[in-house]
């Protein structure tokens, strides 16, 4: 088991910055990917970002440049960094942990372990 914690979200106007992190227990969690999804009202929940236990990292195209995905093993804690936000980047962000380490992972059927989520709202 592992347990996945969220913080960091919160109200801000567009153009501004937040870093989302993802404090993790239960497991050793270097061994494995991580990702950031996020789901908005109405909307599927999508992927933001993926970082392998070995540091590759992938990008949703609709925040690609924008957004900075990265790990620190020695505190179990994964980061999301997001620059430039946008009104369409509001929503439900949540962490998650796969099964395996390699950096193709994609889906969010492939994700075992979930956070409870940090809402990030972004006005105009």
């Known amino acids: 088991q592992v347990q996945l914690v969220e913080s960091g979200g919160g109200l801000v106007q567009a153009g501004d910055s937040l870093r989302l992190s993802c404090a993790a227990s239960?497991?050793?969690?270097?061994?494995?990917?991580m990702g950031w999804f996020r789901q908005a009202p109405g909307k599927e929940r999508e992927l933001v970002a993926v970082i392998s236990s070995g540091g590759s990292t992938y990008y949703a195209d609709s925040v690609k440049g924008r957004v900075t995905i990265s790990r620190d093993n020695a505190k179990n804690t994964g980061y999301l960094q997001m620059n430039t936000l946008k009104p369409e980047d509001t929503a439900v962000y949540y962490c998650a942990t796969s099964l395996g380490g390699g950096p193709y992972y994609r889906r969010a059927d492939q994700f075992v372990y979930w956070g409870q989520g940090t809402q990030v709202t972004v006005s105009s």
């Open positions: 239960g497991r050793t969690f270097s061994s494995y990917t």
